[in-house]
């Protein structure tokens, strides 16, 4: 089975606070994204990496960073919290390599998230 | 711009009722139109799946129905249970042979009474 696992489960920050969290994986996945959830507007992808060190942006990349420097670790940095960044973080990770044929397409498995509280 | 609209919001069933939850999408290049379902506390997780070269596919109590020329899927939940109360996630993507991102409907919470 494939397992991501995030870091932290619960973090509570002040505002101006710096903030790593941390995702791992164990399937050897290329790809890895994070995404923050927030109620009534779903999952937005924050950053993405499809190989080490490399970084890409997603749709709403402002005031976070990330790090891949280890294939199956992939990092998301906060450096200088704020009360909007309070919300459900999720990591995923993918493999563009196609499995059984019922595997249509890109299956992301994502980790059981962390809840960041900034106050 | 959302490039994927999910309806309704939230939704309550009755025990065997058939909760359908629906889809629409404006990009034209996708190809690829998963649903996630996420229990409270837990990641979402692949459910069921579909490429636009078929109108519907099955997978156990999970239908998808596909509707390419509107742009519009929907995925229908029969003989509903409790243990189906969950948030329900469409999505999107571009199949491609590198890297393919998902573009997420904003969730439907599902509440199956007994």
């Known amino acids: 089975d494939v397992k991501v696992t995030q870091s932290s489960r619960y973090l509570v920050k002040r505002t101006g606070e710096k903030v790593f969290l941390e995702c791992v994986q164990d399937?050897?996945?290329?790809?890895m994204f994070w995404y923050r959830q927030d109620p009534g507007l779903g999952l937005r992808l924050i950053y993405f990496?499809?190989?080490?060190?490399?970084?890409e942006k997603g749709d709403i990349p402002e005031g976070y960073s990330v790090s891949r420097e280890k294939k199956e670790r992939f990092s998301l940095i906060l450096e200088s919290t704020s009360t909007n960044q309070t919300s459900m973080y999720l990591c995923?990770?993918?493999?563009?390599?196609?499995?059984?044929?019922?595997?249509?397409?890109?299956?992301?498995?994502f980790g059981p998230g962390t809840r960041l509280l900034v106050l | 711009q959302q490039q994927v609209k999910q309806s309704p919001q939230s939704l309550i069933v009755q025990k065997g009722g058939i909760p359908i939850i629906n889809c629409a999408y404006e990009?034209?290049?996708?190809?690829?139109f998963p649903w996630y379902q996420q229990f409270p506390g837990k990641g979402p997780a692949l459910l069921i799946a579909i490429r636009p070269d078929v109108s519907e596919k099955k997978e156990g109590r999970f239908t998808i129905s596909f509707n390419k020329s509107a742009k519009q899927f929907s995925l229908h939940i029969m003989d509903s249970q409790p243990g189906d109360s969950a948030t329900y996630f469409c999505a999107a993507s571009i199949v491609n042979s590198g890297y393919s991102t998902l573009t997420f409907g904003k969730g439907t919470m599902l509440l199956v009474s007994p």
């Open positions: 990496s499809y190989d080490v060190k490399m970084k």
């Open positions: 399937m050897d996945h290329e790809n």
């Open positions: 990009n034209t290049a996708f190809d690829y």
């Open positions: 995923a990770s993918s493999t563009p390599d196609r499995g059984p044929i019922w595997d249509l397409g890109e299956t992301q498995y």
